[in-house]
Each structure stands twice: as C-alpha cells, then as structure tokens.
C-alpha cells in the first residue's frame, strides 16, 4: 500500500507544480506528473486484483471521526484503477486542449491545480471506510470539479451551469450526510466495519432500508440516475472538453462505488428496494438514449448518453442484487460481473467520446451537429477514434462494450431458474427494454458519426485540420483498449471477478466465474475471426484499387446538376422519424417563421425537446426554494443582536444534541 501513497504524494507535489512553472509548461507538467502517480497508484491495485489481497491502514482521529481505516482491496483497487487510467488520460489530453489558453488571461494555475485536486479525492474515496472522512474527501471532489466546469466563467450560460451544478451536488451531500447520521446513530460510530458488524445479522431491517436508500439517492444523483441527472447535460458541455470526459467517464463511477459500498456495509435491502432500484435503473436507460437521439449539441447528447449507460450499469446491479435476495449467487456474480465490465469500459469509450468532440469544437468553435460535416478528411485520426467509440458505445463486437451488455443479458436469463414470478417477470421486461435501449443508442451514434464527420461540410469549417498529438494519442490509445476489451473479454473477467465476489459474497470465484467462461471465449474467438476477415477485406479491396485506380467525383444527385450541403440530412432530420414515434413522452418546443409572399425573404424552422423531469420536478423544486427564501430573508436584517442571538443559539443547540446523541 506504500506504492498508493507515494502515488497520492506525487499527485500532490504535481499540483504544487503546476502553480509555480510557466504557463506553456503547465500542461506538460501535469501530463508528466498525473502519469507518475497513476502509475505508482496502479501497481499495488493490479496486484491486488490479481491475488484478491487486501492491505488496511488505520489510525485513531479526534472526536466524532474517531477510528479511520484506509482499505485497499479488490473492491476499491478496481474503482482506483478505473479513476488512474481516466486521470493519466485526461491530464494528457488537457495538456494539449488548454494550449487554446495560453497567454488570454485565463486562470490556466487555478485550473491545473484544481484537476489535480480532483484526481487526488477520487483516488482517496475508494480506501476510506469512515462516514465522516469520505463525507469531507466527497465534498472536497464536488467543489474541485465545480471550480473546473466554471472556467469559462464570464460566459453567463457556464457560470449558470456551474452554479446548478454545485446546487444539485450540495442536494448529494445532504442526502448523504442524514443516510450517514442515520448509521452513526444506530451503529454507534462512524466506522464502516463497525456498520457491517451491527447491520449483518439482520437486525433492524427498516432503519437500514432507510439508511440505503437516502444514500442511494444521495449517490445516485452524483452517478446520474432518473430523476435528478439533469445537472449532466447542462455542467459537461460547460466545462472544458478533457474535464467532461473525466467527469462522465470517472466522477460518476463514484457514485456507483457508494451504492456498492452500501451493498457490502448494509447487506442486501428488502426486495421491494431491489425492484424500485431496478425500475430507475431501466428509466434511467431509456430517458437517457431518448434524449441523446433528440439534442443537436454534441456534448450534450453525450451527457445524455451517459444517464443511459448509467442505467445500463444500474440494471446489472439491481440484478445482482435481485439474485442475492432470492440465493442465486450465480445470477448476482453474472449481472454484477457485467456492470463492472461495463464501468470500465464506459469509461474508456465515453472519455474517448468527448475527447472527440473536444477536438470537433476546437477546431470549429461550434458543437451544432446541424453545423459540422465533412470533418473525417480533414481529421482522420480524430474521426477514426471517435467512430471506434461509437461502435463500442453500441455495444457492436469485436468492441469492449459488447461484453458487459452480454453478461447483463446472460444474467437476465439465467433468472428462468429462479422460483419467483415476480423476478421472472422483471427479467423479460428489463431484457426487452435494454434490447430497445441497444436499438435506439445504434440510432443515435450513427447520427452523430455522420453528421460531424461524414458528408460534405455544412458551414466554413472544410479548412478544419488535425488535432495536435497530444490531444490525438489519447484518444488512439483509448481506442486501442476498446478493441483489446473486445477481444479479450476473458481479461476483464480476470480483473473484476474478486471484486464481484467482494460485493455478493461469493466464495467459489472460479466456480462461479466458470459458468460464464466459455461463452466469453467464444465471443473472443468470433472476435478475432472478424477482425482478421475484415483487414482482410480491407487488403483486397486495396490491391484491386491498386490496379484499376478509382475515380472521384459528386454523388448523383437524381439530375440535379448543382448539390450543395443544405441538400443532405442533418442530424435532426435524421432522427425527426423516430422521435416522432416517442413524441408522446417528450415536450418538444418548436420555432417557425413561414413562407409569406412570392419571394421570401426569411424562413426556418426549428424545435428542441425539453427534459420533462426538469420540467415536472427541478424546476418547480427550484421556484419553492427561492419562495421560502425569499419568506424567510427577514433573518438577514442587518441587526448585529440578532446575529449574536442566533450564535449562541447555534452553540446551545450544539450541546443539546452532544449530550443526548
């Protein structure tokens, strides 16, 4: 654990120097740096995930923290390994992103220093196993990534964005800090060890229901589940490119951890639980891809995207937990095998994504899809990274992201053997609405593909180049390790099946972890076949254009002889058919100036769709608060009495609770 700790300090000196070398050197300083930590940080998690070891640190704090254990086992090592490839990956990419920066007056220091920061409090968050201290480093992760959504502060639409999110983020700690409270009290300490000991023999099943799902909800709003993930479209494509990959690829995953967390802590909760965290989890899937088919800007239609994937994880947990509750542990190893895989993975093509999209806006200064075009031949690396991510994001073989979709599947079905109705039934549901989600995310990636990248350039931006390759190597690296994820699914099985058997309590790893095994080493097997016919493919039809070069020129254009780009789809058209076949269950607001007279000298059409539970329960939530306020503002009179009145009140009321707590 040693190793981790150096890590930790190297993270902490890169911060140090970030602040203090040039502004030109401050990229690279932070790449260089972020790269040492992760790797010290990776060494004793791979070691761990590879043996199942566990290595603990503890020592005893002042009151109320009391006793603080740091514990690195397979469980935390494989959420630290996922936040050290993100940030290795992200520092990279931001070293060549933020050069756009340079010498603007922007608060390049701030912002480095403020990435580091994050890097450090979600490392930190997995080994802690004390309430109150992962209550201050979860806290510490918030106002670090809120300090980088709001670089671009003097934009009103950032600052607005920035500003919601630091709103919904504080709804997370409270939430949070009561599911926390509620354990103290009971358990009589703040100890993680100490809330398994009380809570595994069953005792006391309504105040655990309770505690789970206030940090559930607490947690699920950081991980971005239905109803509150509103803040994900409106804080990612307000910050800067690099920070929306990480934040979407890796910070979410946090909240994934603390519902997991709770699982080992507080065992599994009662089954009406289960079910309601499976249903969310299914809405959270299709609201997501619904609305990610329907937004014209890429980086939030990739927020979107995320709300769906993360309900494509939830799902694998609600199953898991489903199986622990009915005594399959075969079914909960299955389905939380492939929530895991599928973490992983999401992080890998969702970074990849919006480093993709980051290097689009920086060349073209819009993220409009009904503004790009024609950009695959002017950004060839870009455009072939960002098509691997989206073949992956599809979950289409031979790529990563097949994988964990495939174990959910397998988990869904291996719930036939279980004698319980009601779970049969929850299974087919689930099974056929992720088979829609599947359907739907195919939709919706080829649209974005091809209108950023395919067709004839829409706008001026045809004199778009390249990316420079510190922006363009992470993105290949990450998609290299999409299709190595793809091809060797039975590595990823390797890395999460001790962190799987943390959480369900299986014992008999590789007798659980067998029954899967030979379906993956098929998929495997299929994998490589496919990709070796398609180079294949590809090397044939090479040879034949050597010998009778081809010739290019314009598309037919069924006899009209003068084509231009206003002709072909946008991406709205593109999708306008099938978002009318949801119209139903989406707010769409549409904008038209029609044709009047013989020569029109002005008309458009244009439409957004609103996110109903924006509608229906933040914004309402919003206007009550501002109500109440505005009822209570009489407090803040300006009388220095009343404010030392309200102190001393504050302190009686301190040692009221300290006496009976």
Not at 335 to 346: K, Q
Not at 406 to 435: D, V
Not at 453 to 478: K, N, Q, S, W
Not at 508 to 523: K, M, R, T
Request: glycine share 10%.
């Amino acid at each position: 654990m040693n190793l981790f700790f150096i890590g930790i300090a190297i993270y902490l000196l890169t911060a140090a120097l970030s602040i203090m070398v040039k502004e030109s050197r401050k990229g690279l300083a932070t790449a260089c740096g972020s790269a040492l930590g992760g790797i010290a940080v990776l060494i004793p998690c791979i070691s761990s995930l590879a043996s199942g070891e566990s290595y603990t640190l503890a020592f005893l704090a002042n009151y109320p923290i009391g006793q603080v254990r740091l514990l690195l086992d397979p469980f935390s090592a494989f959420f630290i390994m996922v936040i050290a490839l993100g940030s290795i990956f992200c520092a990279m990419y931001g070293s060549g992103y933020m050069k756009q920066y340079h010498g603007k007056g922007k608060a390049v220091s701030a912002h480095f220093f403020f990435l580091i920061c994050l890097f450090v409090a979600m490392l930190l968050l997995p080994v802690i196993r004390n309430a109150i201290v992962f209550l201050i480093v979860w806290e510490i992760m918030s106002l670090s990534s809120f300090f980088l959504v709001i670089f671009e502060s003097e934009k009103k639409e950032v600052f607005d964005a920035g500003i919601f999110y630091l709103i919904m983020m504080h709804v997370s700690v409270i939430l949070l800090t009561v599911g926390f409270l509620v354990l103290i009290r009971i358990a009589g300490s703040a100890d993680f060890a100490d809330f398994y000991e009380f809570f595994q023999s069953g005792a006391y099943r309504p105040a655990s229901d309770l505690a789970f799902i206030l940090l559930a909800a607490g947690f699920g709003i950081k991980a971005g589940f239905l109803p509150l993930h509103s803040w994900l479209p409106e804080a990612h494509p307000a910050a800067p490119s690099h920070v929306s990959g990480l934040m979407s690829g890796v910070m979410i995953k946090l909240g994934i951890f603390g519902i997991l967390l709770m699982i080992t802590v507080l065992g599994v909760p009662s089954l009406w639980v289960c079910y309601t965290f499976t249903a969310v989890a299914v809405l959270s899937a299709l609201s997501g891809i619904f609305y990610a088919s329907a937004q014209n800007d890429i980086k939030r239609a990739l927020a979107y995207s995320s709300v769906e994937n993360i309900g494509i994880i939830g799902i694998g947990i609600g199953v898991a937990m489903l199986g622990m509750a009915y005594k399959s542990p075969v079914t909960a190893m299955i389905g939380l095998s492939g929530a895991l895989i599928h973490l992983l993975n999401h992080s890998l093509f969702k970074g990849l994504l919006f480093y993709g999209a980051g290097a689009v806006y920086m060349q073209t200064h819009t993220r409009n899809l009904n503004r790009l075009g024609g950009l695959f031949k002017q950004m060839p690396r870009t455009g072939t990274a960002f098509l691997i991510g989206s073949l992956a994001i599809c979950g289409l073989p031979p790529f990563n992201g097949f994988i964990g979709k495939f174990l959910i599947y397998y988990s869904m079905l291996n719930c036939k053997g279980i004698n319980g109705e009601s779970l049969l039934i929850a299974a087919i549901t689930s099974f056929a609405l992720l088979a829609f989600v599947g359907a739907v995310s195919a939709l919706c990636f080829t649209r974005l593909f091809s209108a950023v990248f395919m067709g004839a350039p829409r706008d001026r931006h045809a004199d778009a180049v390249e990316v420079p390759l510190a922006m363009t190597l992470p993105m290949l690296l990450m998609a290299g390790l999409c299709l190595a994820g793809g091809v060797l699914p039975l590595v990823l099985l390797r890395i999460v099946e001790f962190p799987a058997a943390i959480i369900t309590g299986g014992k008999n790893v590789p007798g659980i972890a067998v029954e899967f095994h030979d379906p993956l080493y098929v998929i495997s097997m299929l994998s490589i076949g496919l990709i070796l016919l398609t180079v294949l493919l590809f090397g044939l039809r090479t040879r034949l254009l050597r010998r009778q070069p081809a010739t290019v020129s314009g598309t037919w254009g069924c006899g009209y002889d003068n084509p231009t780009s206003r002709i072909q789809y946008t991406a709205a058209s593109f999708s306008m058919p099938f978002m009318e076949v949801i119209r139903p269950v989406m707010q769409r607001e549409d904008t038209a100036v029609g044709v009047k007279g013989l020569f029109p000298l002005k008309a458009f059409f244009d439409f957004k769709f609103k996110d109903v539970f924006e509608t229906v329960i933040i914004r309402p939530l919003g206007q009550g608060t501002v109500f109440l306020l505005t009822r209570l503002s009489w407090i803040q009179n300006g009388r220095m009495q009343y404010y030392l009145f309200y102190g001393i009140a504050f302190l009686i009321l301190s040692l009221i609770w300290i006496i009976f707590w």
